[in-house]
Structure formats: C-alpha cells, structure tokens
C-alpha cells in the first residue's frame, strides 16, 4: 500500500517562511514526478511546484520567486520551501507522487495558514 505523508504546515505571520516535507512509503514502480498542490475551499486542487526525477521544475505563476521545490526522487522525498508568504496562500496543501505507468497518488494533506 502506498502512502504519502506531509508535514511542516501549521501557522505562520505574513512575510513568514514555512518548509513542508513529504515522504512517500510502499511499493512504487517508475516514480518520475513529484510535487505539491493546494486546494482552496469549494473549488479544483491546483498546481503548487513540480519537480521531475530529471531535476526539472514547475511552478504556478503565483509561486515562482517565493518557493523553491526540491527533494531525493529516487528515495520518494519531496520539499516544499515556502518564503514570503502572503495570506492568499493559505489553503491545504497535498503531495503529489505520478509514475511512467499512469498511476498517481495524494497524501492527506497539511494545512498552511498565513495571518495578516
């Protein structure tokens, strides 16, 4: 069974810096991107960064500048740093493993809360 577990969110005052952290456990094949997406209430989860096990990154427009992605793909670790944040980033954020088979899995998801 494959499990994907986040932490670091929590709360945090504007202009703040947060690190998520994501370990992924189980039998993986052909891991080949992870990465991270937020979920605001009542709407579509969203594209946060990405990074492949080339080492390329994406990230949403919103983001670029303020977090940086990285981690060990190849040990199913991903890292989201997160600096200067804005209350508009506040939301659930969820780790995101997809493999070269098609398969795709989701942690539960941590919250990150940025005050005013």
């Known amino acids: 069974q494959v499990q994907l577990v986040e932490s670091g969110g929590g709360l945090v005052q504007a202009g703040g810096s947060l690190r998520l952290s994501c370990a992924a456990s189980?039998?993986?094949?052909?891991?080949?991107?992870m990465g991270w997406y937020r979920q605001p209430p009542g709407k579509q989860r969203a594209l946060v960064a990405t990074?492949?096990?080339?080492?390329?990154?994406n990230y949403a427009d919103s983001v670029k500048g303020r977090f940086t992605i990285s981690g060990l793909i190849t040990k199913n670790t991903v890292y989201l740093q997160m600096n200067s944040l804005k209350p508009e980033d506040t939301d659930v954020y969820y780790c995101?493993?997809?493999?070269?088979?098609?398969?795709?899995?989701w942690g539960k998801g941590t919250l990150v809360t940025v005050s005013s």
């Open positions: 189980g039998n993986i094949l052909g891991v080949n991107v």
């Open positions: 995101y493993l997809g493999s070269i088979y098609g398969m795709e899995y």
């Open positions: 990074i492949t096990t080339g080492g390329s990154t």
